[in-house]
């Protein structure tokens, strides 16, 4: 098995992982940290390319998904607290009233 | 003329610094927005005086449109229009730094005041159909914004939403106008040349969809019921926007557009159908309101279908010129209106203003003022001047059937004003003590009336001068009929037996309160409420398969993002 699609696998497997812990966690810093698992398995997919084509503008894409991970994080971070503040519980399915 | 092009932006600094908190005295806010009518006032009448004309052309600006440069226009048309809407404007800021004194969102309402005159200038100078989509789209949300400006209010988050739909319709057909037309036309003034007609439809279907648009925006026909319920924002916007300025901007792009007009008659037919039924039953149905403004709300509806009419028999001058001092009298009064609604804290009912208006000496002079030029006194108000030359440019016509009806419907006119003036201005006061004056907001009130008096009598006169400047973008004008025509003193006779009899009928009607109020403002409007109705179903049906839940729509997410991967796999 050569390297890339070793590469290539765990990226895979990071993001299934990711996708599952957001979808099955139901507090907000941890679904956050899932979403951040799934961006890091992005961007190893981003470096992996660039280093097999040897471009260095995806090197920097790369960069760039950090900065973007790092805001991301941010704004999160602030509902959460913001969730937690209004309603003592950070158990995402209380906040359910834009129910039909 | 150059320096009118750019008169859209006029209010914008002052919408920037009211927005941003200048100045900073609560007290003071909307201080920073009075220069900017008062410079478009001005501008616009050297311009109108300088005649002449001046272009923008941004090429190429909206690619996807058949003409989709970004061209303004001023000209004579452009600059009454704007110095009607600076004149009307300037006086509804004044009154309104004192009508919304004590208001919490007083910084807001500027705002939206400045929005919505900034819109409506680019509107009045739109040069093709892709800007004149721009502002006719954007008076539209600043009448929404200002209609429920007092959103905790029940009913007027609903009105808004009303005016919002009524105007979606005309939206709707200008856009499709502006995207039929063949390519390279659209400028508002070439739409009737032999090239531009070639498209689909032809000049009938693109007549047609600029009478929708202008109905909606004017409140004609089967779309007037927005207007009457418009009523629900605070009294200067209704002088302003649903009385003025806003609502006769249909009149205005017909007029603007009467040579394309003329080459379709299925649809100038219509006009007139509509202008005059509209007229008839609109004064018929302001006899039924238990509402002050909504009362006057519907005599701007049947104005408006004189003014529809005027331009249906091929008279677009007449239709401007009633536009013109229809502005003056009806803003009158709307605000001689405010001043008692004001003064009786925000209460609208007219049986809850019976007799107020007795202790407003400058309110009651409005008043009258206004009533009189709005049945068209002869010779000593504008509007008998104006309302004239509709009626016997209608008799004159193809068509005279229009100019009678329209001559009948004046006694409706003289009824239903009567019956207003004189249960709120003349009727013995119920309470006395149901009325506070508040001497500096009512000072501000009554001065800003004072120039809107001297227009209500006054303007009728400019007639002739105005004409002669108007020769240009509207070509051959039909000449104006003398003060001393017999149509406008049958007119005006017609006009005082309906203002007597109201007056003798209401003064001895012991309750104010007439019977069926609800009844007849939205019996005619069932097919909205059929719409609405079904639109209400289906979202209540849509809206049950929303849970709420993060989880349940990130799942969602995932499985759309899944399947569309799939399908460009599968595509490619």
């Known amino acids: ?100 | 003329m150059g320096l009118l092009d750019w008169a859209w932006l006029f209010t914008l600094p002052g919408l920037i610094l009211t927005a941003l908190g200048v100045p900073r005295d609560q007290r003071q806010a909307g201080y920073a927005s009075l220069a900017g009518p008062i410079v478009m006032l001005l501008v616009a009448i050297v311009a109108f005086i300088g005649g002449g004309q001046a272009a923008v052309d941004v090429p190429n600006w909206l690619p996807f449109l058949p003409d989709g440069d970004f061209r303004l226009l001023a000209d004579p048309l452009s600059a009454l229009m704007l110095a009607i809407l600076g004149f009307v404007a300037s006086l509804v800021y004044i009154y309104s730094l004192g009508y919304m004194a004590t208001d919490p969102g007083r910084r807001r309402f500027f705002v939206y005041l400045d929005l919505f005159v900034a819109t409506m200038a680019l509107l009045v100078l739109a040069g093709n159909l892709a800007v004149l989509l721009i502002g006719w789209t954007g008076v539209g949300i600043s009448s929404f914004l200002l209609i429920s400006f007092w959103r905790d209010r029940p009913g007027t988050l609903g009105a808004g939403l009303q005016a919002l739909a009524a105007n979606a319709v005309g939206d709707g057909a200008l856009l499709l106008a502006a995207s039929l037309v063949p390519s390279g036309c659209g400028s508002l003034v070439t739409l009737n040349t032999a090239q531009c007609t070639a498209g689909v439809g032809g000049a009938e279907l693109l007549a047609l969809l600029l009478l929708v648009a202008a109905a909606a925006k004017s409140a004609q026909g089967p779309l007037y019921f927005w207007l009457p319920n418009a009523m629900a924002g605070p009294t200067p916007i209704s002088a302003l926007i649903h009385a003025a300025t806003m609502v006769a901007a249909g009149v205005y792009v017909l007029a603007r557009t009467h040579a394309l007009i003329g080459e379709a008659p299925t649809t100038s037919l219509l006009i007139c159908v509509i202008g005059v039924v509209t007229a008839l039953a609109a004064s018929a149905a302001s006899l039924f309101q238990a509402n002050f403004k909504k009362g006057i709300a519907y005599s701007t509806v049947a104005q408006l279908g004189y003014m529809f009419a005027g331009v249906g028999v091929g008279a677009p001058f007449a239709g401007l010129f009633h536009l013109f001092t229809h502005a003056a009298f009806k803003a009158l009064l709307f605000l001689a209106a405010g001043v008692v609604i004001h003064g009786a804290g925000g209460l609208e009912g007219l049986a809850d203003l019976r007799g107020l208006g007795r202790f407003f000496r400058f309110s009651r002079a409005g008043f009258l003022i206004g009533s009189l030029a709005l049945i068209g006194t002869p010779l000593i108000t504008a509007g008998s001047f104006s309302k004239d030359a509709i009626i016997d440019a209608g008799i004159t016509s193809a068509r005279p059937w229009v100019g009678w009806l329209l001559l009948l419907g004046v006694v409706l006119t003289g009824l239903y004003i009567g019956r207003l003036f004189t249960i709120v201005y003349m009727a013995p006061a119920g309470d006395p003590h149901a009325v506070h004056h508040d001497a500096a907001s009512e000072r501000l009130m009554d001065w800003s009336l004072v120039p809107l008096m001297v227009g209500a009598i006054a303007f009728g006169w400019l007639g002739s001068w105005l004409m002669g400047r108007l020769t240009g973008p509207l070509g051959d004008i039909e000449p104006l009929p003398s003060p001393f025509a017999i149509t406008g003193w049958i007119a005006f006779i017609l006009g005082a037996v309906g203002f007597g009899a109201a007056y003798w009928y209401a003064l001895r009607q012991p309750g104010a309160a007439p019977a069926r109020a609800g009844a007849t403002s939205y019996a005619a409007a069932a097919w909205v409420a059929w719409i609405a109705r079904g639109g209400y179903a289906l979202s209540a049906g849509l809206a049950r398969i929303q849970s709420g839940l993060l989880p349940v729509y990130a799942f969602g997410s995932l499985i759309a993002l899944a399947v569309v991967l799939l399908a460009r796999e599968f595509i490619r």
């Open chain 1, 1 to 100: 098995m050569s390297s890339e699609v070793l590469v290539l696998g765990t990226a895979v497997l990071l993001f299934a992982i990711g996708g599952a812990g957001a979808l099955v966690h139901r507090h907000p810093v941890a679904m956050l940290m899932c979403v951040e698992i799934m961006l890091n398995a992005a961007n190893l997919v981003i470096v992996l390319g660039a280093r097999v084509r040897g471009l260095a503008d995806a090197e920097s894409a790369a960069l760039i998904v950090l900065v973007l991970a790092a805001a991301e994080a941010v704004i999160g971070l602030a509902l959460a607290l913001a969730l937690f503040r209004r309603r003592t519980t950070a158990d995402i399915d209380t906040a359910a009233e834009l129910h039909g």
